[in-house]
């Protein structure tokens, strides 16, 4: 069992910044896969993005790529995801979820956190 517990979102201007955290408890942290997903108000679930249990793979949706970094930190059982350049269409609920397997499917996620808002103003 793993549980998530997201934070650092808030409200920003167009072109700055956020650090979301995802916090993880349990001993097997290292062994997940995670993933960052978002959901805007009237729309469905969307991938941003995921990293493997190692930290060696990413993947980003093209809506975020080169703007947003994922990252983790094991021993701190973190995962992060940096957004810089941020837009309007940002905005949304963000939430990180894992699996054994990096994927860009959600419903293919075990694990999931409640969410953070994310409100970037134009």
């Known amino acids: 069992q793993v549980q998530l517990v997201e934070s650092g979102g808030g409200l920003v201007q167009a072109g700055g910044s956020l650090r979301l955290s995802c916090a993880a408890s349990?001993?097997?942290?290292?062994?997940?896969?995670m993933g960052w997903f978002r959901q805007a108000p009237g729309k469905e679930r969307e991938f941003v993005a995921a990293?493997?249990?190692?930290?060696?793979?990413?993947y980003y949706a093209d809506s975020v790529k080169g703007r947003f970094t994922i990252s983790r930190d094991n021993a701190k059982n973190s995962v992060y995801l940096q957004m810089n350049s941020l837009k309007p269409e940002d905005t949304a609920v963000y939430y990180c979820?894992?699996?054994?397997?990096?994927?860009?499917?959600?419903?293919?996620?075990?694990?999931w956190g409640q969410g953070t808002q994310v409100t970037v103003s134009s």
């Open positions: 349990g001993r097997t942290f290292s062994t997940y896969a």
């Open positions: 979820a894992a699996r054994r397997v990096a994927s860009t499917l959600d419903y293919e996620y075990d694990y």
């Open positions: 990293l493997s249990w190692s930290g060696s793979l990413t």
